[in-house]
């Protein structure tokens, strides 16, 4: 199993950015899909961008436009660039390596709180 530690979540006005950064032990990394999902409080968990081994991209619709995911292999990180913020962001947000549409990888999370 591989592990994925989040980082870079914290307090930020709505309007401004931050930039998640999640970082993989092991050396599948460079060949699976990665993806960032968050979690409201009282809300499912949904996917919010994700990037394959190639590099495409695709982003929910709530964020496109604000948020950019890329992913480093030589680093074996990937990350979650936010710009403009808003309120209704503020969620816990998880890095997932997925191995296949039902088996994924969790990181531990991290918090986002937009205020307004």
């Known amino acids: 199993q591989v592990q994925l530690v989040e980082s870079g979540g914290g307090l930020v006005q709505a309007g401004g950015s931050l930039r998640l950064s999640c970082a993989a032990s092991?050396?599948?990394?460079?060949?699976?899909?990665m993806a960032w999902y968050r979690q409201a409080p009282g809300k499912q968990r949904e996917l919010v961008a994700s990037?394959?081994?190639?590099?495409?991209?695709n982003y929910a619709d709530s964020v496109k436009g604000r948020f950019t995911i890329s992913r480093d292999n030589a680093k074996n990180t990937v990350y979650l660039q936010m710009n403009s913020l808003k309120p209704e962001d503020t969620a816990v947000y998880y890095c997932?390596?997925?191995?296949?549409?039902?088996?994924?990888?969790w990181g531990q999370g991290t918090q986002v709180t937009v205020s307004s």
């Open positions: 997932a390596l997925i191995y296949s549409p039902l088996r994924r990888d």
């Open positions: 092991g050396s599948i990394f460079s060949r699976n899909p």
């Open positions: 990037i394959n081994s190639g590099g495409s991209t």
